[in-house]
Nanobody, 122 residues
């Protein structure tokens, strides 16, 4: 049974940093884990993805150079967010799929955490 649990959200000022964690269980070696976000009135969008095997990553255009996704060998995936902007404000979700593909299509992800709120004030 796949389980995902996010932690680390909060309120920060523009320009500051925040690190999110996603504790995972039940995933296969070929799984892909990603961070997604959803702002009020907007669709959920992919922020960053990482393959459990090999650690290959993929980033959304709006966060490249500011966010870093990583994983450790205790099945936790992290999202380090630097130079945060007010437009980064959203609920951040951890998602996973058992496919090896790094496609960022949201509907391909079958498993989700409960989400954690990130608010960036100007």
């Amino acid at each position: 049974q796949v389980q995902l649990a996010e932690s680390g959200g909060g309120l920060v000022q523009a320009g500051e940093s925040l690190k999110l964690s996603c504790a995972t269980s039940g995933l296969t070696f070929t799984s892909v884990v990603g961070w997604f976000r959803q702002a009020p009135g907007k669709e959920r969008e992919s922020v960053a993805l990482i393959r459990r095997s090999g650690g290959t990553t993929r980033y959304g255009n709006t966060v490249k150079g500011r966010f870093t996704i990583s994983r450790d060998f205790k099945n936790t995936v992290y999202l380090e967010m630097n130079s945060l902007k007010p437009e980064d404000t959203a609920i951040y979700y951890c998602g996973a799929k058992l496919s090896f593909s790094l496609s960022d299509v949201v509907s391909e992800f079958n498993y989700w955490g409960q989400g954690t709120q990130v608010t960036v004030s100007s």
